[in-house]
């Protein structure tokens, strides 16, 4: 009839115009879904707890029409289109009074669209305050109702119009505004009531304008002018309307969405890292990916390590200068991160938060770093019974400024003859030095890299046991897990799987049993020393925290240490107080933590078991709350054998099979009087007296002779 009404030229215009717009837009008229906004990407816990969202491209989340608050959509209808259910599309009288106040202001001041024309606008033609594109939505419009429903066309506008405060759809709008949060089967969009309800269905006319955070009383203004639209309607009566102004006035009828607050900054950083490298996008395109991501973190156990953390820090920061910490916790089974903390607060800008220590900061192991060397050992042969003399120590290094290196232990003492399983358990440098130069500082760094340590920076080195190289605290712990898995390097992930949530395309974790990269009886003979607290009462007394009781330290002190899980663990302490670990892991997690200053600065007289020991103590304990107690397996394949080696220690430890030394040794001859002097017999061997010398690790190894005094050369196989 439009058409008919027109003659000559200007017909021919009109259907140059109406066929142009309908060979443009009608493809998409017939994939108006496609055009709809992608939901941001919102990221799980292990759980399905939301812990983060991508934002900065808007938030969105699309909604079926049923999952829609009736409130919401009758308070829309009643002030967008109130004869929606009803008209074609096209409102003609509004359409006609638009015109008219257009005209006769001599430019648009009145849109007349019906929630079909603003649909088209939103999702095809744009919006260009324009005649022509006024037009166009009207060509459009038998189009759309012919293909989609009514229920459809509502749907597809309130999950696409904007609501100020960068929410997209209604959905997001509940959760900005109200702080409602998705639940199974009544998402945020279907939990509004009538107040905000009428509150929401006034923004998207004026986003600016009416966003009641910004123009609160421009906004209560257009709420109202909502209600009495709805009265009119017949959606709601005048008590309906008294009590949404009521509610409205309340202090806390506005509410910051928790949703939005990113509950593990650090985590959620690791893992955008990752998907932009899988996925080959953006941060921008993250943003809006429609990916829903299901990570490994536990949120609840994160939150509690995060408060132990904390806590600890507080109490030695002034005294100590210790301000951070980080921490990661592997379940080494299958490599999922559950927790992963770059510092004790992401927020907190005088210990530089949102840097992440554990991911991203090179920091120096200390001692944590010397399983890596005493298992290259035990690869080549030895054992934890292996004879070693802690003793002055000086290392030519041709190569290096000073051409020599002198390793010093933590107490600036030397403790004589020893094994290793002592000399590790005790964290003592110089034996730890002594072995490195045995096994070879190449063969220990490629130990090192098998089982876990990715990347370093410096130059491996002698100080390697000490503080020579930069590692990833995350690393350093995956490694460990390696020793806890039985030799089988299984390496760490965060992401379960991504799913599409407009087409519900999957892509999983794919399953990976590991690499086994040292024997199951390599690892059980490191697992077998970290785990014996006996061994390390000299240097870390008893009730240390390396020891997993139950109860409180004081407690232990009293004799009443509670329920003991089984724990295999190592701290590291660099010699200038600026790195502080300690990594371990029981028959179910593996746990990394760190403690010092992010700007490198020294802490002050921080011990092994004061700076990240007792964090790493705790936390465990909360993470293992509910698993039983179980022991170490033993794989079997090693020989335990009590040896005494030339120096005269004497001890029963674990080998492997074929490499039990045997020794000619002397024939202790009793004495009358104690004396540590030897006297040589006619074939050269020392004459062994009753010894005085005791042994540093009593419970570890003990002399069947006087040892030799240092500097004595070690026969050729002896002691180390």
């Known amino acids: 009839v439009f058409l008919l009404s027109l003659s000559g030229a200007g017909a021919f215009v009109a259907y140059r115009f109406y066929s142009q717009t309908q060979q443009q837009y009608t493809g998409s008229v017939l994939t108006l879904r496609d055009l709809m906004p992608k939901d941001n990407l919102k990221m799980y816990d292990s759980k399905g707890v939301l812990i983060a969202q991508l934002i900065d491209e808007g938030i969105h989340t699309a909604v079926n029409y049923q999952d829609i608050s009736q409130n919401l959509v009758n308070a829309t209808v009643a002030t967008e289109d109130k004869n929606f259910w009803d008209n074609q599309g096209i409102d003609l009288t509004r359409i006609i009074q638009a015109a008219i106040d257009d005209l006769s202001s001599g430019h648009i001041v009145e849109g007349g669209s019906t929630i079909t024309q603003q649909l088209i606008k939103n999702l095809i033609v744009g919006n260009e305050n324009s005649i022509s594109r006024k037009l166009q939505e009207v060509i459009l419009v038998p189009d759309l109702n012919n293909l989609y429903s009514k229920t459809d066309i509502m749907d597809m506008y309130l999950n696409s119009i904007y609501y100020s405060e960068q929410a997209y759809g209604i959905d997001a709008a509940a959760s900005v ?44 203004n257009r709420f109202v002018t909502v209600l009495n639209y709805m009265q009119r309607n017949g959606y709601i009566d005048r008590a309906d309307f008294i009590n949404a102004i009521t509610e409205e006035q309340q202090p806390h009828f506005f509410k910051r969405a928790t949703t939005l607050i990113d509950r593990a900054p650090h985590f959620a950083e690791f893992v955008y890292a990752q998907l932009e490298q899988t996925f080959h996008l953006t941060r921008q395109q993250l943003s809006r990916s429609d990916m829903i991501v299901h990570t490994t973190l536990d949120i609840a156990l994160q939150d509690k390590i995060q408060k132990i953390a904390q806590s600890h820090i507080a109490e030695l920061r002034s005294v100590h200068n210790l301000s951070n910490a980080a921490e990661v916790l592997i379940e080494y089974h299958t490599g999922a991160i559950r927790s992963l903390l770059g510092s004790i607060d992401y927020n907190d800008k005088s210990i530089d938060g949102q840097y992440d220590v554990a991911t991203q900061g090179y920091r120096q192991p200390g001692s944590s770093f010397k399983p890596f060397v005493y298992v290259t050992a035990f690869q080549q042969g030895a054992s934890p019974g292996q004879a070693i003399s802690d003793e002055p120590t000086t290392i030519s290094t041709p190569d290096s400024i000073p051409s020599t290196f002198t390793p010093l232990n933590y107490d600036l003492s030397y403790h004589g003859h020893m094994t290793i399983r002592c000399a590790l358990q005790n964290s003592l440098n110089v034996p730890a030095v002594r072995t490195l130069e045995h096994v070879g500082i190449e063969q220990a760094m490629e130990m090192a890299q098998s089982m876990g340590i990715t990347s370093y920076n410096g130059t491996p080195g002698y100080s390697l046991v000490l503080c020579g190289l930069g590692v990833h605290l995350l690393d350093e712990t995956s490694a460990y897990g390696t020793f806890a898995n039985g030799g089988v390097r ?39 020393v970290l785990s014996d607290n006996t061994s390390r009462l000299p240097e870390f007394y008893d009730c240390n925290v390396l020891q997993l009781y139950s109860n409180s330290q004081a407690d232990c002190w009293y004799g009443n240490r509670g329920s003991i899980r089984p724990a295999a663990v190592k701290t590291g302490t660099t010699n200038d107080f600026r790195d502080n670990w300690t990594v371990g892991y029981t028959t179910d997690y593996v746990m990394g933590v760190w403690a010092g200053n992010d700007d490198n600065s020294p802490m002050i007289d921080v011990t092994g078991v004061q700076g990240a020991a007792p964090i790493w103590h705790d936390s465990m304990l909360v993470a293992e709350e509910g698993h039983p107690i179980r022991n170490f397996t033993d794989p079997g394949g090693l020989v335990t054998a009590t040896v005494t080696y030339p120096d005269g220690v004497k001890t029963t430890d674990l080998y492997l099979p074929g490499t039990v030394p045997t020794f000619a040794l002397p024939t202790a001859t009793p004495a009358s009087t104690p004396t540590s002097i030897t006297t ?10 009753t010894p005085t010398v005791t042994p540093y690790c009593p419970n570890a190894f003990s002399f069947a002779f006087t040892p030799p005094p240092p500097g004595t050369p070690s026969p050729n196989p002896g002691w180390w």
């Open 490 to 528: 299984v390496p760490y992930y965060a992401i379960d799987s991504v799913v599409i949530a407009s087409t519900h395309q999957t892509y999983g974790h794919p399953t990976n049993s590991g690499k086994q990269v040292i024997s199951p009886q390599l690892a059980y003979m490191m697992t077998n």
């Open 177 to 220: 505004y109200f702080g409602l949060v998705d639940q199974p089967g009544k998402p945020a969009s279907k939990q509004l009531d009538i107040a905000q309800a009428a509150m929401l269905a006034g923004i998207p006319a004026s986003p600016y304008a009416f966003d009641p955070l910004l123009h609160p009383q421009a906004a209560f």
């Open 680 to 689: 040589p017999t006619p074939g050269g061997n020392p004459q062994a007296k």
